[in-house]
């Protein structure tokens, strides 16, 4: 049987979150087509305290389902890392 760190490990499919589809694009650099210099897709979650910064991860991949066109945004692995550390200290908004 093969484990994790065995090159003949098995990783599953990845599945549109919507419709449950195994028909998605291939991963893709996110763009938006606006002219501001700074415009982002971003994962933002209440501020901690007062005078803390808001934690803010900005999506830099997505991928879209082919079937119901669903757009799907992922982290890039240095937000994904600091999301993975700060994720403890995280709160849900409250307004949504």
């Given at each position: 049987m093969a484990?994790?760190?065995?090159?003949l490990c098995i990783v599953p499919r990845m599945r549109c979150s919507v419709c449950g589809s195994e028909?998605?694009?291939?991963?893709?650099?996110?763009h938006l087509a606006t002219q501001r210099w700074n415009d982002r897709i971003q994962l933002r979650f209440p501020?901690?305290?007062?005078f803390k910064a808001r934690p803010t991860y900005e999506a830099s991949f997505?991928?879209?389902?082919r079937?119901?066109?669903a757009f799907l945004p992922f982290l890039s692995e240095y937000a994904r890392r600091q999301l993975d550390a700060e994720a403890d200290s995280l709160t849900?908004?409250?307004d949504a």
């Open positions: 484990g994790p760190g065995s090159a028909r998605l694009s291939p991963l893709g650099e996110l501020r901690g305290g007062f997505a991928r879209a389902c079937d119901c066109g849900d908004i409250t």
